[in-house]
Nanobody, 130 residues
Framework: EVQLQASGGGLVQAGGSLRLSCAAS????????IGWFRQAPGKDREGVSC????????YYADSVEGRFTISSDNAKNMVYLQMNSLEPEDTAVYSC???????????????????????WGQGTLVTVSS
């Protein structure tokens, strides 16, 4: 059974940092892409970042480029999202998701589309105060 467990959310002041963690199990970790998505109140879910586990390629939304860093610990089946210089606009529920690497093989630029990811964990709330 595929399981994804996100954690690490909380309340932080603008300019602060948080690190989110995603624990994955139930599938061959190396064969997947793990993504972070977020959904703010009243807004659609949007892709934040993703990492291709086997080759380490990373992708970022323009809104977080340079502030967020995604990484993985393949020995522990963990993916992390280090979030620095947080802004009130980053406030949202953050979820991690997984999809087989083949799903994005011929169109990696589609990584930001939630429909490309078939497995989802529960979200963790990030609140950034001004």
């Amino acid at each position: 059974e595929v399981q994804l467990q996100a954690s690490g959310g909380g309340l932080v002041q603008a300019g602060g940092s948080l690190r989110l963690s995603c624990a994955a199990s139930g599938f061959i970790f190396d064969d997947y892409v793990i993504g972070w998505f977020r959904q703010a109140p009243g807004k659609d879910r949007e892709g934040v970042s993703c990492i291709s586990i086997r080759d380490g390629r990373t992708y970022y939304a323009d809104s977080v480029e340079g502030r967020f860093t995604i990484s993985s610990d393949n020995a522990k089946n963990m993916v992390y999202l280090q979030m620095n210089s947080l802004e009130p606009e980053d406030t949202a529920v953050y979820s991690c998701a997984a999809t087989p690497s083949l799903t994005l093989r011929f169109n990696p630029n589609a990584w930001h589309l939630p429909k490309k990811f078939g497995y989802w964990g529960q979200g963790t709330l990030v609140t950034v105060s001004s």
